[in-house]
């Protein structure tokens, strides 16, 4: 009687222990440290729904690694077997934190055979070699992480520092260019880069080369053109110094009177200090029919890992603004040539034809929609920018024969809720599962915009799978990609749907603390998640405090370089002086994951779906309407 009654205490405490665990979000390896005095494994399968005995002995072993019990980690680990890539990889860092190197980098080494795409197991092998004295290997294993997964920033900073060491000058300076990119703030990066000035054999601009636009194209225009809506979109904001030129020449001009004509393919130059116009406001025309303007030095994609610097060339005209000590450039062209550039600026054009309909239409919406009802620029002059804050818009060497007859094919199609232009969201990859706009900080609830599965309903693969209603099925449905329509594919790199990211405490701290006071960190804590598992509300428990983090692009520049989104489990391992030494994301997708899931479309394509039927299942009950002109 008295086993009986302790059996039902225990189970009970177990369900307080994993209930008030996933209440706050912490995570399963948590409840089970705490837990580990029950003999709780037949209660855990009962409770979690696990589809085997297996995913509890795992969970036991990662719990064992994150509290610093290698030997116990190791061996669980080991009792598994060592048919799975995430097994191998929890050895190799068991034993790289134990200071086995040797061991580790066996194993990293059998995980990048089970799994060609672990970036985050070639990184560590660099690591490996780097404390090894091998610097060629180190450098090798660098790169390839970066091949594997471009967002990796960690392997691009210890590519840096090592070519720094090394003094290969010319190509740190590459690396170092690269981390101000993404992270403008890295006091590290920016002293380096201008120290290595002295030390350079080629010039900053041979070595990090300007993608140059050395001549013009030639343009058709659409028919009607008159009739279809003008974009004002936002190119260059608060520039010191613009320079551009034309094939044709340029034709600046204020209202009816001409100031100046440019030169055919002389380079003009705007600067603030030398502006001797009588007006504020000028228009820039490219003298010959259907002829483009090119801009030069324009700085795209800031604080992402792709940053960089290239000449842009557009179709339409240009306004120019002399304002409070700078100058903004606004491109003023007709919506459906905008969208000629946008299709294939936001979906690559090899993609199934049916997928790259879909984004004709929403982006033909996100465009109206901005323009008409949300404005998020309505102060600095313009509709849109030109980047992934609005949709990215690269001008004419962006558009192709296929974007130009794709966008005619759809002309004018817009989706229409109750009557009204749809916002219809959209991102890269929404790894398994849609949010719902109305989950997320600060966004409204749009019925349109409600959560789907993004699985094949129909499928009969071995790996497919339902979505994981419990925590410990989503562990695996995050490390292991199952059969969903956004799956790794020839349109999907394997980072855009699952990945891993290594934060150092140094890094992470050194980030955090830029702007709050929270001394070293502690716990990363997901407090709240929506139906998809995307993080909502985030913890980060300091020395000095915590930090609650709410909004969707917050939580995502958590760390340098930015998460590819907010769909993630985070776990710190190591100790040092008490707190964690690493801080190890395993995500899945890209973007914010509402509305379309690009890739998602892409597999509903492949399968047979028309553009009409993948539109319905992302919005529902959104119609496809058509705006005459």
């Not at 979505?467 to 349109?491: E, G, H, T």
């Not at 100790?575 to 509402?594: A, D, M, Q, T």
């Not at 597999?603 to 009950?621: E, F, H, N, Q, T």
């Amino acid at each position: 009687m008295i086993k009986k009654w302790f059996g039902y205490l225990t189970g009970m405490i177990l369900v307080l222990l994993v209930f008030s665990s996933f209440l706050y979000s912490r995570t399963l390896n948590e409840a089970l440290i705490e837990s580990q005095k029950f003999n709780y494994r037949k209660s855990l399968n009962i409770l979690m729904k696990l589809p085997e005995a297996t995913d509890v002995d795992r969970h036991l072993a990662w719990a064992y690694l994150k509290t610093g019990n290698f030997k116990k980690a190791e061996e669980a680990f080991l009792s598994l077997g060592q048919n799975e890539y995430e097994i191998l990889f929890a050895l190799g860092l068991s034993y790289f934190l134990e200071g086995n190197y040797e061991s580790s980098l066996n194993y990293f080494k059998k995980c990048n055979e089970q799994n060609k795409n672990c970036a985050a197991a070639e990184y560590f092998c660099g690591e490996i070699k780097n404390l090894q004295g091998l610097p060629d290997e180190a450098t090798g294993y660098y790169r390839r992480a970066l091949k594997h997964d471009y967002n990796l920033v960690e392997a691009r900073l210890s590519l840096a520092r090592l070519l720094d060491s090394l003094k290969v000058y010319d190509d740190a300076y590459r690396e170092w260019t690269a981390v101000t990119n993404y992270d403008a703030q890295s006091g590290e990066a920016a002293k380096r880069k201008e120290e290595l000035l002295a030390f350079i054999s080629k010039k900053p601009e041979e070595i990090v080369p300007v993608k140059r636009v050395l001549k013009g194209s030639e343009i058709i225009s659409i028919s009607q053109a008159e009739k279809i809506p003008i974009m004002r979109i936002g190119i260059l904001k608060n520039s010191r110094e613009i320079k551009l030129w034309s094939e044709g020449g340029i034709s600046i001009s204020s209202g009816e009177a001409v100031l100046l004509e440019v030169k055919p393919e002389e380079i003009y130059t705007l600067n603030v200090s030398s502006w001797n116009f009588n007006s504020d406001k000028l228009i820039l025309k490219p003298k010959l029919k259907d002829s483009t303007i090119i801009v030069r030095d324009i700085m795209y994609s800031g604080s992402y890992t792709w940053a960089g610097i290239s000449d842009r060339e557009y179709r339409g005209i240009f306004e120019a603004v002399h304002s409070s000590g700078s100058i903004s450039l606004v491109n003023i062209v007709n919506l459906e040539e905008y969208l000629y550039s946008v299709l294939t600026s936001e979906m690559m054009t090899w993609w199934p034809e049916e997928a790259l309909k879909v984004q004709a239409v929403i982006a033909r919406n996100a465009a109206l929609y901005k323009k008409d009802f949300a404005k998020p620029h309505r102060r600095d002059g313009f509709d849109l920018c030109d980047s992934q804050h609005c949709q990215v818009y690269r001008g004419v060497k962006q558009e192709t024969n296929l974007s130009r007859k794709l966008i005619n094919l759809t002309k004018g199609e817009v989706l229409e809720y109750n009557g009204k232009i749809v916002n219809a969201l959209y991102s890269s990859n929404c790894s398994g599962h849609t949010q719902s706009s109305g989950e997320l900080k600060g966004w409204h609830d749009e019925p349109y915009l409600q959560g789907v599965e993004d699985i094949y309903v129909s499928s009969t693969s071995a790996k497919s799978a339902a979505f994981p209603d419990a925590l410990v099925k989503y562990d695996r449905w995050i490390k292991y990609p199952p059969d969903i329509l956004c799956a790794p594919s020839k349109y999907t790199f394997y980072a855009e749907s699952r990945w891993i990211r290594i934060i150092t405490q140094q890094e992470l701290s050194l980030r955090l603390n830029r702007n709050h006071d929270i001394g070293g960190i502690r716990k990363i804590i997901p407090v709240k998640r929506s139906a998809s598992w995307h993080i909502n509300q985030l913890m980060i428990e300091g020395t000095k405090g915590r930090l609650q983090i709410e909004k969707e692009n917050y939580i995502r520049n958590l760390v340098p370089g930015s998460l590819r989104t907010t769909n993630f489990i985070v776990e710190g391992y190591g100790r040092k002086n008490g707190l964690p030494e690493y801080f190890i994301f395993w995500g899945g997708g890209w973007g914010h994951g509402v509305g379309l899931c690009q890739s998602g479309a892409a597999g509903m394509a492949v399968k047979g779906y028309s553009y009409r039927d993948i539109l319905r299942k992302y919005y529902k009950g959104a119609e496809i309407k058509n705006i005459e002109y």
